[in-house]
């Protein structure tokens, strides 16, 4: 989406031929076979621990962290596997996404008129927030992680970027849409006006 959304403000002209079907095609090629080579990495690990006390999992869903914790075993390899495989699926992605931005900023900074920043702005503020809220927990959780088993945090962090991050989207991106905007405005000045 970055790389997207680079090609369209950076160069708008070339948007056609740059952003074709073997472009686009090696992005998503590329985004599924690093993830599922670190979802395959993980469980091999996993199967390489032997857990032997309360199994009773204190969390929504089987966090990698949470699992770690329960086992007997020493964790010390798995641990290191969260954190390279971390660092090449999560900080090489955000990586290129900053970088993605950070030339579109360049390029919004060399635009005279206010109204094509703002238009500018818009294309990418829903996608940039998305980004923060989604790489912003995944790092807090994964590479600051806290030293309590069933931390309130960990689990609401989870949540944030599992849950919330694909819920809000759909809403974030069809925003955007005059027609959705339009309808929303005339609810909003609906539940206005029977307030009063």
Same mark, same amino acid.
């Given at each position: ?29 590329? !985004? ?38 329960? !086992?007997? +075993? ?25 970088? !993605? ?41 994964? *590479?600051?992680?806290? +030293? ?9 962090? +989870? ?9 809000? /989207? ?6 955007? /849409? ?9 609810? *909003? /000045? ?7």
């Amino acid at each position: 989406m970055a790389y997207d959304r680079y090609v369209a403000i950076c160069h708008p002209l070339h948007y056609t031929t740059i952003m074709r079907e073997g472009p686009c095609t090696l992005l998503v090629t590329v !985004s599924w076979i690093l993830s599922c080579a670190s979802a395959l990495c993980h469980t091999l690990l996993l199967t390489q621990l032997s857990f032997c006390a309360d199994n009773a999992i204190p969390h929504f869903f089987c966090d990698l962290d949470v699992l770690l914790k329960l !086992s007997c +075993s020493d964790t010390s390899l798995n641990e290191l596997a969260i954190f390279t495989v971390g660092m090449a699926v999560i900080i090489l992605p955000l990586t290129c996404i900053l970088i !993605s931005y950070g030339r579109i900023g360049a390029a919004i900074l060399k635009v005279p008129s206010t109204k094509g920043i703002c238009k500018a702005l818009s294309k990418c503020g829903s996608h940039l927030s998305v980004v923060a809220l989604y790489y912003g927990t995944i790092i807090a959780l994964y *590479f600051f992680p806290s +030293s309590s088993t069933a931390s309130d945090k960990n689990i609401i962090a +989870s949540v944030m970027y599992t849950v919330v991050t694909p819920l809000l /989207n759909p809403f974030i991106y069809s925003l955007r /849409n005059r027609d959705i905007k339009g309808a929303l405005d005339k609810l *909003f /000045n609906r539940a206005i006006v029977l307030s009063q």
